[in-house]
Each structure stands twice: as structure tokens, then as C-alpha cells.
């Protein structure tokens, strides 16, 4: 049987791989908190036993799962942002591409991370990385003369402050837009703020 490896944990056999796909699609179309082992084992025709080989639990698993989503989200984010050599385009494709990452994850996705701490914590690891990164881009811009003089830490901060409360829902609520609209704003609003 093929192995496919993921990145801090053990091999992956291909059926493993692809259950912790079918795993992903499910918990972002639907939330988690829901479901039972059971129930999984029954929606992906697969037994408890197969799904325990990925995780000791169901809140193992679930934390597995999220991790796998932030990982694979990641890698297409930075290979979108790769492929831009303007600063201040790469800012946009970079905040564009983590919206269209986040667009399959549904309300319940996000509402279940949200009373989850396990999965909070790798939500609010990942955005602070992501926050980061955009701080990184925009020392960047700022150093080519495409942005402004602006502090980078006060950008990112704000760029985190907002990311989380478009994690908790707090930005749907109070605007209307879901994620991935909330991300493209951002992106325009990040953009003309620093801009020369």
C-alpha cells in the first residue's frame, strides 16, 4: 500500500488520505461537534476502527482534521502569493487567496472551532501565522518604496484583530459579509491604506 506522507505525524496509507479529504469536505460543509464516530464511519463506508487508526478520539480526530485544513490552506495560499512580484499585488493575492481558502467553511465550521479550544487554538496559531506573513509583505512593499511608511507591526496587528472576529463571526454579524467577501474588503481596504 502507498504511504503519503503529512508534514509531523505518521505516514499516511492513500485510503487514510483520502478519508482525512472526505473528513475535511464533511466538517467544513457541516461543523463537527455533531457527529459521532459512528455516524462518520456510516456517511465515509468505512468502520470506527479505520477512522481510530487516524485519531485516538473524536476530538483528536477533529483537531487532525482542522490542522489538515489549515495545512493544505496554507500551501495554496502561498502558492498563489508565489506567483506575484509587485508588493503591493502580492498583499492582495495573498488576503484574496486566504479568503477563497476559507470560502468552503461554513457557519457551522466556523461555530464549532469557536466552542472547541483545541480547534480555536490552531484557528487563532493560523491567523496570527497568516498575520505575520502579512506583516512580512508589507516590511516588503515598504522597503521597495511601494507602500508607504507604515509600522508593520500595527498593520498586522490590525489585520489580526479583524481576521479573528471574521473567524468568530463577529464581522458577518455586525456587516453582513461572509468570510470570503470580509477577506476581499480587507485586502482593498489594507491596500489603499499603505499605498504610495
Do not use: W
Amino acid at each position: 500500500m502507498t504511504t503519503v506522507p503529512e508534514v509531523g505525524e505518521r505516514q499516511l496509507t492513500a485510503r487514510q488520505a483520502q478519508l482525512l479529504d472526505q473528513l475535511e469536505e464533511v466538517f467544513l460543509a457541516e461543523g463537527f461537534a455533531g457527529f459521532t464516530l459512528e455516524d462518520l464511519a456510516v456517511r465515509l463506508h468505512c468502520s470506527k476502527t479505520t477512522l481510530y487508526a487516524l485519531a485516538d478520539s473524536k476530538e483528536q480526530l477533529a483537531v487532525r482534521v482542522v490542522r489538515h485544513f489549515f495545512r493544505r490552506a496554507t500551501a495554496a495560499v502561498e502558492a498563489r502569493t508565489a506567483t506575484e512580484d509587485d508588493p503591493a499585488r502580492r498583499v492582495t493575492a495573498y488576503l484574496e487567496a486566504v479568503a477563497r481558502a476559507l470560502t468552503p467553511a461554513s457557519r457551522a465550521f466556523h461555530r464549532d472551532l469557536e466552542t472547541f479550544p483545541p480547534g480555536r487554538a490552531v484557528y487563532e496559531h493560523n491567523t496570527a501565522v497568516a498575520a505575520q506573513r502579512v506583516s512580512a509583505l508589507i516590511a516588503d512593499g515598504v522597503a521597495a518604496g511601494r507602500f508607504r511608511e507604515v509600522h508593520p507591526g500595527l498593520v498586522a496587528d490590525t489585520v489580526t484583530t479583524l481576521m479573528l472576529r471574521i473567524g468568530r463571526g463577529d464581522t458577518a454579524r455586525a456587516t453582513g459579509l461572509d468570510d470570503a467577501a470580509a477577506y476581499r474588503e480587507l485586502a482593498a481596504l489594507l491596500l489603499h491604506g499603505i499605498s504610495r
